[in-house]
């Protein structure tokens, strides 16, 4: 049984594959390949981390991810404003992402930019899900 | 013993080289010379972006005024200039492009 930060995960990739800015084709998990000019814009969802819980009475988790929007052309970084707009009202539209979480966190959004053949620009954002699970499974909600 | 450079001789399209035109934006005539070019890609962004970084090496007194921005036809193909910058003494320069 998949993990519920597993669930959480597939619960956002569900959300990003129905974007209007970004056709789902080009909503990819966890990629390590180049995105090509022709590939672009498109959007990495990555787990980033799940630290160990501050409290230990309470199996009390909390897991960051971040979505990553590549994007290219002279107005790089400007066009992906719109898509980190409808990430953002995609995601916190239901901040329990489906009862996949307790609640559901904006972050750090960071943006770098790289002289390209044609110029090339990268956000993250960054989001965090608390969530509890029965300290004996990490598949089974508490 | 005095050596003369011969830079032309490095720029023969019967071996390496192409064709370039370029058209001053800021008016006049078409000018033409022969340049190398060269078409490796690089990743960037933590190897995420792909990008194919074309470079055209000329002679420095060639297409003299040429800046980011203009285009110029590189065997028979439009290019956007990114950046010019001389090579070493000078004699040479490099035109990176972007593929229109």
Redesign the interface.
């Known amino acids: 049984m998949a993990s519920r930060r597993e669930a959480i995960i597939l619960a956002v990739r569900a959300k990003l594959n129905q974007l209007a800015t970004v056709p789902a084709s080009r909503v990819y998990r966890s ?2 390949t ?4 022709a590939e672009s814009p498109a959007v ?1 969802l990555r787990k980033d981390s799940d630290p160990a819980p501050e409290n230990r009475n309470v199996d009390e988790r909390r897991l960051h991810f971040v979505i ?1 929007i ?1 994007t ?1 052309g002279e107005n790089a970084e400007a066009d992906a404003d719109p898509i980190e707009v409808e990430i953002h009202d995609a995601l916190m539209v239901d901040r329990t992402l489906g009862d996949k979480c307790i609640l559901l966190e904006a972050g750090d959004t960071i943006f ?1 930019d ?5 110029p ?1 620009h ?1 956000t993250e954002m960054h989001f965090s899900a608390l969530y509890r699970v029965k300290p004996e499974g990490l598949s089974n909600p508490a | 013993m005095a050596f003369t450079e011969r830079l032309q001789d490095f720029f023969a399209v019967s071996d390496f080289a192409v064709a370039a035109t370029w058209t001053p934006s800021s008016g006049g005539p078409q000018k033409s010379a022969d340049v190398l070019l060269d078409s490796p890609d690089e990743t960037m962004l933590d190897h995420m972006v792909m990008s194919t970084e074309y470079v055209a090496t000329m002679i420095a007194l060639d297409f003299l005024g040429l800046k980011g921005g203009e285009t110029i036809a590189v065997a028979g193909v439009n290019y956007k200039v990114r950046e010019v910058l001389l090579l070493d003494d000078g004699g040479l320069k490099h035109a990176t492009l972007s593929k229109l």
């Open positions: 990629r390590e180049a995105i090509t000019r990495v990553e590549y290219r770098v790289a002289n390209a053949d044609l090339a990268r």
